[in-house]
């Protein structure tokens, strides 16, 4: 079955500067490749999302990559501020007639000020 | 729009006890999820409804039993519960049929002691 890795566990970053979130995948049939960012007492929520047929994708300060040879995939944050300190997780699933998708570990980030 | 809702919000349970924890969806998707939360080992799946009347294990099924009487409702219930189900439970939902995206409740936070 499916193996996430996703390092490392915890990341601090000052504010104004880039965290990076990189994930490992075993499944070659892999094809959908969410993160998901949980803030504290709450439930996880998508934040982007990106599919096998591309490489990047990029929402305002957020942008992910994808290297579907090497089998990983990477969350860039730009500019980071206070409220991006959160956990987020990166998770692989896919398109085999259900939904299941396999979560990381997560990976807590702190915003320094 | 509600989205998903979860109940209880927390709950202290003693051990043996049986406990039924309640998911409600009004988005009218077909697929619905159940997943613990613990502390280093992220989301972990439990059970899994492709469809009303489908129901499937994941990968942390033991001690748990779940229903898909309709659409809507996804309960997940602890027959006998034990102080290992100390957890953070998600409910989740999908459109399915490889729209992958989950949706995220606001969790239940159960203790067993």
């Known amino acids: 079955g499916e193996n996430v890795e996703q390092h490392p566990s915890t990341l601090s970053v000052q504010e104004g500067d880039s965290a990076v979130i990189k994930c490992t995948y075993s499944?070659?049939?892999?094809?959908?490749f969410p993160w998901y960012k949980q803030e504290l007492g709450k439930g996880p929520q998508l934040i982007i999302d990106?599919?096998?047929?591309?490489g990047e994708k990029k929402d305002q300060r957020i942008a992910v990559t994808l290297n579907k040879t090497a089998k990983h995939f990477s969350l860039h944050i730009t500019e980071t501020q206070p409220e991006d300190s959160a956990v987020y997780f990166c998770?692989?699933?896919?398109?085999?007639?259900?939904?299941?998708?396999?979560f990381g570990k997560g990976t807590r980030l702190h915003i320094l000020p | 729009i509600a989205g998903i809702t979860q109940a209880p919000t927390s709950q202290i349970l003693a051990a043996g006890r049986r406990m039924t924890l309640r998911c409600t969806q009004d988005?009218?998707?077909?697929?619905m999820y159940w997943y613990r939360q613990d502390l280093g080992l992220g989301l972990r799946l439990i059970h899994y409804?492709?469809?009303?009347?489908?129901?499937g294990k994941g990968e942390v099924p033991d001690g748990y039993s779940v229903s898909r009487a309709n659409t809507d409702d996804f309960p997940l219930t602890l027959a006998s519960a034990v102080p290992s189900q100390t957890s953070v439970y998600f409910c989740?939902?999908?459109?399915?049929?490889?729209?992958?995206?989950?949706?995220f409740g606001p969790g239940t936070r159960l203790t067993v002691l």
């Open positions: 988005m009218r998707h077909n697929a």
């Open positions: 990106i599919r096998s047929n591309v």
């Open positions: 989740a939902s999908s459109e399915g049929a490889g729209s992958n995206t989950q949706y």
């Open positions: 998770a692989a699933s896919t398109s085999s007639g259900d939904d299941k998708i396999i």
């Open positions: 499944d070659s049939a892999s094809n959908y």
């Open positions: 409804s492709n469809t009303a009347g489908t129901t």
